[in-house]
């Protein structure tokens, strides 16, 4: 996205057109995000309040494995020196991200809740 996302944005650009009606098309989803700021922004929480979703702690450990794919993509960005070059780099290296990485992730969840469990919501090792 081009330009600040701010909470309104996050709900005009991402959640109407694409998150509620792929929450919509799965009746038993749960929805989870973190506690960014626009994430926990009114205009968010009020769209939101349709939707089945996490909990979520102030002060929680991230458990997202998606953070660790932005890791690797960070790792391997190439200097760019305009908005359309970042565009066309962060597209190709998502494209050949190596899908083992990824399933190795996902199935890392049930450790990371176990081990966000185990430190009452603190610091764990993912």
């Known amino acids: 996205?081009?330009?600040?996302?701010?909470?309104?944005?996050?709900?005009?650009?991402?959640?109407?057109?694409?998150?509620?009606?792929?929450?919509?098309?799965?009746?038993?989803?749960?929805?989870?995000?973190?506690?960014?700021?626009?994430?926990?922004a009114g205009v968010a929480q009020d769209f939101l309040c349709h939707f089945q979703t996490l909990p979520w702690p102030a002060l929680s450990s991230n458990l997202s494995p998606v953070e660790h794919v932005w890791d690797q993509l960070k790792q391997q960005m190439p200097s760019c020196y305009s908005v359309h070059d970042l565009e066309l780099a962060v597209q190709g290296l998502w494209a050949h991200l190596p899908q083992d990485n990824i399933r190795c992730l996902i199935n890392s969840m049930p450790d990371r809740v176990a081990a966000c469990i185990a430190a009452g919501g603190g610091p764990t090792r993912y």
């Open 1 to 40: 996205m081009r330009g600040t996302l701010t909470g309104q944005r996050y709900v005009d650009d991402i959640f109407q057109p694409h998150v509620g009606p792929f929450l919509n098309g799965l009746p038993r989803a749960i929805f989870h995000q973190d506690n960014a700021r626009l994430h926990t």
